[in-house]
């Protein structure tokens, strides 16, 4: 199995109650992979996991393993700040039929390097599913040092990194000490759409994307157009869809890309408490930048 491509995390549709909307989620698993993305990532960062229940976590994950039925790859995310709820929602993920797991650093209780070296190691012994570590400083208040990162992906099962540090020389370590070095099957995998181009043009394998919850087919394109060498095309893609990388996070991931959708007319519903929509001005602002994409009427 390779890792390489576009991954798509999935946000989360909601009714207007709240509660999970399969079948709007099902439309979005056929968009994804009418655009050729390699692999979905269901309950990650922008599915919103850290609201939902396990129950629905279980079911969410479920639903996307039967919906996709093997023609994509499913990454589930599994990750927690508490080490056996990360094992007890990863084996869950394996016994749904995930392919893999998406496994971020844990948050709030930060860490120390030896500490998260543990934690990858107890979840990877106790689970049989490929990880790939999820490297978010952002969202987690710390950073996996790349000394560390070595010693993690030594363990068998971790096959791949989404690197989320923002750093460029960071990831140009990672690469060059893991990604194109010690480990041959090892993947490096972009957390930022902005830097998918100049971290597959040092080496990387594509990225876990968030506009591609709009855009699919553009990030599919950008990304064959990096492996096979045609990098006018990926910088025209890259600069055309730069507005849109920027506006994602304008708020919080999910809430501007949940926005963006519903108004291009794919509404997934609004995002669960603590977080909240996008302010008069921040939505002013994204409509602008759509309609500039021509990807509003008016």
């Known amino acids: 199995m390779q890792i390489k491509g576009v991954f798509t995390a999935l946000v989360t549709p909601f009714t207007d109650a709240g509660e999970v909307h399969f079948d709007r989620l099902g439309e979005l698993l056929e968009k ?23 129950a629905e976590h279980d079911d ?19 990750g927690s700040n508490n080490t056996q709820q990360a094992i007890r929602t990863t084996r869950e993920a394996q016994k749904e039929g995930a392919d893999g797991a998406l496994v971020v650093t844990p948050y709030y209780n930060k860490p120390s390097q030896a500490g998260l070296t543990r934690y990858f190691h107890d979840i990877a012994e106790a689970c049989d599913l490929p990880i790939i570590v999820y490297n978010i400083q952002g969202r987690t208040g710390v950073n996996i040092e790349t000394d560390t990162l070595v010693e993690i992906a030594a ?24 990604g194109n070095g010690l480990e041959e099957n090892f993947s490096v995998l972009s957390g ?22 709009l855009v699919p087919e553009r990030m599919v394109t950008l990304v064959k157009a990096v492996e096979q060498g045609d990098y006018a095309e990926a910088r025209r893609i890259h600069f055309e869809l730069l507005p849109l990388f920027k506006a994602s996070f304008i708020e919080t991931n999910p809430v ?40 509003l009427k008016n």
Not at 204 to 212: K, Y
């Open 60 to 78: 969410v994950v479920r639903y996307t393993v039967e919906k996709v039925a093997g023609r994509v790859q499913v990454w589930a995310g599994t």
């Open 192 to 213: 930022d759409d902005g830097l998918t181009l100049p971290l597959m043009s040092l080496g990387g394998h594509g990225v876990v994307s968030v506009v591609s919850n």
């Open 256 to 295: 501007p890309i949940k926005a963006a959708m519903a108004l291009c007319g794919l509404d997934v519903g609004s995002v669960r408490s603590p977080l909240a929509p996008l302010t008069e001005a921040s939505q002013q602002r994204l409509e602008g930048i759509l309609r500039g994409l021509g990807m």
């Open 155 to 178: 363990l068998p099962s971790v096959v791949a990194v989404k690197e989320a540090s923002g750093d460029i020389g960071q990831m140009t370590d990672v690469l060059v000490r893991i």
């Open 32 to 54: 994804q992979i009418a655009a050729g993305v390699t692999g979905v990532v269901p309950m990650g960062t922008t599915g919103e996991s850290p609201t939902m229940f396990n």
